[in-house]
C-alpha cells in the first residue's frame, strides 16, 4: 500500500487539485459576479417594497392630517358665515360629533391667548396659549398651522396640535381654533404600528427638528433625537429621500428608508434590521453557496477518475519499465501504435533502449573480442571455459582444450618486421577456425598464443585427429607481402576425463603438453588427459 503523503507528490492529485481550482475559480468568478448583481438587484426590490409601503403611510398620514385640517376650516368656514360669537363656539363644538373622532380634544382661544370653549371640558377657562409658537404664528400668518409636538397642559398626553384662525362674518380675526391629536392614541399610533415592516421592523415619525412624532417605543414620543452623524435620525433627516442600507439603530445595522410628509415638516422613516430585511437575500447566498460545494465536490470527483484514466498509460509505461529491469518483458513493449503524447515517449523509451541495447552489444563485443584477429580475446575464454566445462560435467560428454604457440614467432617479427607479423596472426587465427567446427571455440589469449576449447567431443581419442588437423591447417605457406613463408605451432592439448576437472586443471594439463611439444623440438602436438602423471603421445 502507498504511503499517503505519496498521493500528495502524485501528478494524478496535482491535477485533481488544479481541476478543482479552476472549477472553483470559475464557479466563484461566474457564480459570485451573478450572485452580486442578483443582490444588488434583489436589494434594490426589497427596498422599494419598503419604500412603497412607507409612502402608503405618508399618504395615509398626509390625508389624516389633511382631513383634520379640513375639517376645523370648515368649522372656522360655518363660524364665519353664521357670524357665531366667540361665546357660542362651544355649543357649535359639541354639535359636530365628528370632532370627536378626528380629534384627541378641539378648543378655541380668543386673540389674547384664553380658552373660550372646548369639547371635552366646558368648565376648562383657566388655559392661555398667548406665549405659544403655534398661536403666534396663527395670529402672524393668519392661517392654519401644525405645531411642535409637547405635552399638553390640558390633558398631560403627547401632542400635536392644528389650528385655524377665527373669522367674524366681516372677515375680521377674532380667536383661533385649535384641534389636538394625542400622539398615544390608537387612531394614530396603532394604524402606524400595523404598518411595520415584518417582525421587527417598525416606522417612525420626526419633526425638522429632531423630535419623535411616532415611534413604537411611546417612552420615546417627545424625546429629542440624538442627531449626531450616522444615527438614524441624522440619516433620516439629512439624506435625500429614499433608502440606504448599513445605518445603526441602537447599534443594529438596518435598512433605512424614509420619506418627508406632504402635509407636515415631518419625516417618517422605517427602520427594518438588515438581517431580516435581505434574509431571503442571505437564503439566496446559502443556497449558492451550497451548489458551489457540491458542484465542487462533483468537479472533484470527475476530476480524478478522468485523469486516473488519462493516466493510465503513464502508469503501463511505469509497468513496463519495471518488468524490463526485472527482465520479464522486452524493450518491444515500448514499441506501441498510440498517437497521443504517451505514445510518442513509449517510442521514445523505445529507441532509446535500442540504442542502449545496441551500445552494450557492442561493449561487450569490444571487452571480449581480440582486435587484430576478431577471435575471443582471452577475457571472453576466461568465462567461456568454466562454462563449457559445466555443460561436459552436466552432458557427460568429454571436454578438449587446445593451447597453440606459433614457433620462433619472434623471428618473423624481427625479420619481417611487425606488420608482417600482424598478418601471420590474423591468417594463423582464419586457419585455424577453418580447421574447427563451428562448436568450437577459438580465441587468442595474448601474442602468438591461441586457444581452442573442443566441445561435444564423443570420445577423447577425437583430440589425435584434432592435433593432427591443426598442424595440417598450419602446413600451406603464409602468403606475406611477395614472399611466402612457412610457419610452424606447437600444439598442447587437454581433455578432461573426469566431469570434476577445474579450468585451471585443464589449462595446466594443456601447457604441460605444449611444454613437452616444444621439448620435443616443436611443430607438433601432445595429448595431455587431465589427471594423468605425464604428457602422452608427443607427435
Ligand atoms: N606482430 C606481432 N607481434 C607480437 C604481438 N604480440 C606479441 N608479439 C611478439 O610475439 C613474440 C612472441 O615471442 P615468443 O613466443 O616469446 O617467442 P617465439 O619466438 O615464438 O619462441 P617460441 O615460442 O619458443 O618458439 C614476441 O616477439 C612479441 O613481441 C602482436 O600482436 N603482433
Not at 316 to 339: P, Q
Not at 434 to 445: C, H, I, W
Request: charged letters at 20%.
Amino acid at each position: 500500500m502507498r504511503p499517503v503523503s505519496s498521493i500528495f507528490f502524485s501528478f494524478k492529485f496535482k491535477i485533481t487539485t488544479l481541476v478543482i481550482a479552476l472549477v472553483l475559480f470559475a464557479g466563484i468568478g461566474s457564480g459570485g459576479i451573478s450572485l452580486l448583481i442578483a443582490e444588488s438587484e434583489l436589494r434594490q426590490v426589497i427596498a422599494r417594497l419598503e419604500l412603497s409601503l412607507l409612502n402608503g403611510a405618508a399618504v395615509f398620514i398626509d390625508n389624516d392630517l389633511q382631513n383634520k385640517r379640513q375639517l376645523l376650516k370648515s368649522l372656522t368656514e360655518e363660524i364665519a358665515v353664521h357670524g357665531v360669537a366667540l361665546g357660542q363656539v362651544q355649543g357649535l363644538l359639541e354639535n359636530h360629533e365628528s370632532l370627536r373622532e378626528a380629534f384627541f380634544n378641539v378648543n378655541a382661544f380668543d386673540l389674547d391667548g384664553n380658552l373660550v370653549a372646548s369639547l371635552h371640558d366646558r368648565r376648562a377657562k383657566w388655559v392661555n396659549i398667548a406665549e405659544r409658537k403655534y398661536f403666534q404664528d396663527t395670529i402672524r400668518l393668519q392661517e392654519g398651522v401644525i405645531s411642535a409636538p409637547f405635552k399638553s397642559t390640558l390633558s398631560g398626553q403627547p401632542v400635536v396640535v392644528l389650528t385655524q384662525p377665527l373669522r367674524d362674518n366681516d372677515g375680521k380675526l377674532v380667536g383661533i381654533l385649535l384641534g389636538a391629536i394625542d400622539l398615544l392614541r390608537p387612531s394614530f399610533s396603532a394604524q402606524l404600528d400595523a404598518l411595520r415592516a415584518g417582525a421587527d421592523g417598525y416606522l417612525f415619525i420626526v419633526t425638522d427638528g429632531g423630535v419623535t412624532v411616532h415611534h413604537p417605543d411611546k417612552n420615546r414620543i417627545l424625546e429629542k433625537s440624538d442627531d449626531q452623524p450616522g444615527t438614524l435620525v441624522e440619516a433620516a433627516l439629512r439624506s435625500p429621500e429614499g433608502w440606504e442600507d448599513g445605518i445603526l439603530d441602537d447599534g443594529v445595522p438596518v435598512l433605512l428608508v424614509h420619506k418627508h410628509l406632504r402635509e407636515a415638516d415631518w419625516t417618517i422613516g422605517l427602520s427594518y434590521p438588515v438581517r431580516s430585511a435581505f434574509s431571503s437575500m442571505l437564503n439566496v447566498r446559502l443556497r449558492a453557496l451550497l451548489g458551489a460545494a457540491i458542484l465542487t465536490c462533483v468537479a472533484g470527483l470527475f476530476g480524478w477518475a478522468i485523469t486516473k484514466d488519462l493516466l493510465r498509460p503513464l502508469r503501463r509505461l511505469h509497468r513496463h519499465v519495471e518488468d524490463i529491469s526485472a527482465g520479464r518483458a522486452h524493450i518491444n513493449v515500448f514499441d506501441v501504435a498510440r498517437k497521443d503524447e504517451f505514445g510518442h515517449l513509449s517510442r521514445a523509451f523505445y529507441a532509446l533502449s535500442q540504442r542502449r541495447e545496441q551500445a552494450e552489444v557492442e561493449l561487450h563485443r569490444l571487452a571480449t573480442t581480440d582486435v587484430l584477429t576478431g577471435l575471443n580475446n582471452r577475457r571472453m575464454f576466461d568465462s567461456f571455459l568454466p562454462q563449457a566445462l559445466a555443460r561436459a560435467a552436466r552432458s557427460g560428454q568429454p571436454v578438449g582444450l587446445a593451447i597453440l604457440d606459433i614457433d620462433h614467432f619472434k623471428a618473423i617479427n624481427d625479420t619481417l618486421g611487425h606488420p608482417a607479423g600482424d598478418q601471420v596472426l590474423v591468417e594463423f587465427a582464419r586457419r585455424l577456425t577453418g580447421a574447427v567446427r563451428t562448436t568450437d571455440t577459438v580465441a587468442r589469449l595474448a601474442g602468438d598464443e591461441f586457444v581452442i576449447v573442443f566441445e561435444q567431443l564423443s570420445s577423447a581419442n577425437e583430440m589425435d585427429v584434432l592435433g593432427e588437423k591443426i598442424l595440417a591447417a598450419m602446413r600451406a605457406p603464409f602468403s606475406l607481402g611477395t614472399q611466402l613463408r612457412e610457419v610452424q605451432t606447437s600444439v598442447g592439448i587437454a581433455v578432461t576425463i573426469n566431469a570434476t576437472a577445474t579450468a585451471e586443471e585443464v589449462m595446466r594439463a594443456a601447457d604441460q603438453a605444449l611444454y613437452g611439444v616444444k621439448a620435443a623440438g616443436r611443430n607438433g602436438y601432445a595429448v595431455n588427459p587431465v589427471g594423468a602423471e605425464r604428457v602422452v603421445r608427443v607427435r
